[in-house]
């Protein structure tokens, strides 16, 4: 089972991540977790080079293939080999992300984008992904009033961050099987709620899960 975790930065991705660890902890059920882009040694120097406020001059181009260069490398290296191991895999972004990003944002045509992500990831695609969806607006203060880091993919300007997110509701539109579009702007505990259903009633978690206080995984 392949889960992955979609939605702009500031909607609660890995906020919401840490606690099903926990959850996933509690019940002893194994599960890998990765983070996009990253996720290895080669993809966290992309990484860098990809988030790095010294590089706003990066092309769309440029950003679409270093951000897939780190995706075949955590495909081949981690991903293939857990999930044939049967092991349970939830990435924080996977491919997606380019077609929000890159293909909605930058507004580069999707099918290009779509032959490169299969390339990319040798055809791929998540069992389950969950949209975290809420105004760009509320994602970008989130993190501002936060103070958290902020990256060169923030930086870009509100109506980017709007189209990516029109971008995440038509891809979940598209193929309402594999998506699941959350409300993230509430507050954490009840997204968690939210999460954790999802997830039982997707049969990746037991029904024990919803059993567990939030007050113990947050
Ligand atoms: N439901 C929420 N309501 C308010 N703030 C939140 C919520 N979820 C997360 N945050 C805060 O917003 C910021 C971004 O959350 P984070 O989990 O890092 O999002 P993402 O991984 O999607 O970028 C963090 O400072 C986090 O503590
Ligand atoms: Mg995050």
């Known amino acids: 089972m392949f889960i992955t975790?979609?939605?702009?930065?500031?909607?609660?991705?890995?906020?919401?991540?840490?606690?099903?660890?926990?959850?996933?902890?509690?019940?002893?059920?194994?599960?890998l977790t990765?983070?996009?882009?990253?996720g290895t040694e080669i993809g966290d120097q992309v990484r860098e080079i990809l988030m790095n406020m010294k590089n706003r001059s990066m092309k769309a181009r440029t950003e679409i293939l270093l951000f897939n260069a780190a995706r075949?490398?955590?495909?081949?290296?981690?991903?293939?080999?857990?999930?044939?191991?049967?092991?349970?895999?939830?990435?924080?972004?996977f491919a997606d992300s380019t077609l929000a990003y890159q293909g909605y944002g930058h507004q580069t045509p999707l099918e290009p984008l779509r032959?490169?992500?299969?390339?990319?990831?040798?055809?791929?695609?998540?069992?389950?992904?969950?949209?975290?969806?809420l105004p760009a607006e509320v994602g970008l203060r989130r993190?501002?009033?936060?103070h958290?880091?902020?990256n060169r993919m923030d930086d870009y300007d509100l109506p980017f961050h709007e189209r990516v997110r029109g971008?995440?509701?038509?891809?979940?539109?598209?193929a309402p099987r594999r998506w699941?579009?959350?409300?993230?702007?509430?507050?954490?505990?009840?997204?968690?709620?939210?999460?954790?259903?999802?997830?039982?009633?997707?049969?990746?978690?037991?029904?024990?899960?919803g059993r567990i206080p939030v007050s113990e995984i947050a």
């Open 5 to 31: 975790f979609e939605g702009p930065d500031g909607s609660g991705k890995s906020t919401q991540l840490r606690r099903i660890i926990r959850v996933f902890e509690r019940l002893k059920i194994p599960l």
């Open 34 to 38: 990765t983070r996009e882009p990253g």
């Open 72 to 93: 075949a490398q955590l495909v081949e290296t981690v991903l293939r080999p857990a999930l044939a191991a049967g092991t349970i895999v939830i990435s924080d972004r």
């Open 115 to 133: 032959q490169l992500l299969a390339f990319a990831t040798g055809n791929l695609v998540p069992d389950l992904t969950l949209l975290f969806d």
């Open 143 to 146: 993190r501002l009033s936060n």
């Open 148 to 150: 958290d880091e902020w």
């Open 167 to 174: 971008g995440y509701l038509a891809l979940a539109a598209e």
């Open 180 to 209: 699941v579009t959350i409300d993230a702007s509430g507050d954490a505990d009840q997204v968690t709620r939210t999460v954790v259903r999802v997830m039982i009633d997707r049969g990746v978690l037991p029904a024990d899960a």
